[in-house]
């Protein structure tokens, strides 16, 4: 089998950028794990999570947290990052990394809080919609409305009997419909005793 240029070139290009060849993490030695692939180093919960606070702590750690979130960064986004780094060096493994993830959240949380500086959870969570005086929502709905019903005539218009097949028009106009359950029924004067008197 030939391997164009082209391959050739994708696979030169991505040897020197560094990046792996592809199918080579399966030829790695058997002894020579990754670190997630080895025993985790916390198993404890509790453990972990003082582990996790000491590391946010860190002055410098703590320091650029605090810009990454006064830059926009949500909250969520540095838990993950933070615990999902964790995993690959072999910290934790990934059942305890989503037990993690809402305490790191709030350790994250008190930190912006303790600094002064305005957090989002998620990204996004600044973007909500414009809120509308009373008058400019009643001219919003009533101009879908309006939409609405352009959208029923133009269907009304369109409807052609020519589209019903002609047997199904056949059958629809041979059925006949018995009075409906809803019609108005005399009601019968009642014989009983508990029956209501005149």
């Not at 006064?70 to 995993?87: H, M, Q």
């Given at each position: 089998?030939a391997?164009?240029e082209?391959a050739?070139k994708?696979?030169?290009?991505?040897?020197?950028r560094?990046?792996?060849i592809?199918?080579?993490?399966?030829t790695n030695?058997?002894d020579e794990?990754y670190?997630?692939?080895?025993?985790?180093?916390?198993?404890n919960p509790?453990?972990?999570?003082?582990?996790v606070?000491?590391?946010?702590?860190?002055?410098?750690?703590?320091?650029?947290?605090?810009?990454s979130?006064?830059?926009?960064?949500?909250v969520?986004?540095i838990?993950?990052i933070?615990?999902y780094?964790?995993?690959?060096?072999?910290?934790?493994?990934?059942?305890?990394m989503?037990m993690?993830?809402?305490?790191t959240m709030?350790?994250?949380?008190?930190?912006?809080e303790?600094?002064?500086?305005?957090?989002q959870?998620e990204?996004?969570?600044?973007d909500r919609?414009?809120?509308?005086?009373?008058?400019?929502s009643?001219k919003?709905?009533?101009?879908?409305?309006?939409?609405l019903?352009?959208?029923?005539k133009?269907?009304?218009?369109?409807?052609n009997?020519?589209?019903?097949?002609?047997?199904?028009?056949?059958?629809i106009?041979?059925?006949?419909i018995?009075?409906?359950?809803?019609?108005?029924i005399?009601?019968?004067?009642?014989t009983?005793?508990?029956?209501?008197?005149?």
């Amino acid at each position: 089998m030939a391997i164009s240029e082209q391959a050739l070139k994708f696979k030169q290009e991505s040897m020197q950028r560094g990046q792996p060849i592809p199918g080579q993490s399966l030829t790695n030695s058997p002894d020579e794990k990754y670190q997630w692939e080895k025993s985790p180093e916390f198993t404890n919960p509790r453990e972990t999570m003082l582990y996790v606070f000491e590391t946010l702590t860190v002055p410098e750690t703590t320091a650029n947290i605090l810009l990454s979130i006064s830059n926009g960064v949500s909250v969520i986004d540095i838990a993950s990052i933070t615990l999902y780094s964790g995993f690959l060096e072999g910290k934790w493994n990934p059942d305890l990394m989503t037990m993690l993830m809402e305490p790191t959240m709030y350790m994250i949380m008190a930190l912006a809080e303790k600094a002064g500086i305005d957090y989002q959870l998620e990204a996004g969570d600044n973007d909500r919609p414009e809120e509308m005086s009373g008058e400019k929502s009643i001219k919003v709905l009533q101009e879908g409305v309006n939409e609405l019903d352009k959208i029923r005539k133009q269907a009304v218009e369109r409807v052609n009997p020519q589209s019903v097949p002609s047997d199904v028009r056949e059958i629809i106009e041979e059925k006949t419909i018995e009075p409906s359950i809803l019609e108005r029924i005399e009601k019968e004067k009642p014989t009983s005793l508990l029956g209501k008197g005149e």
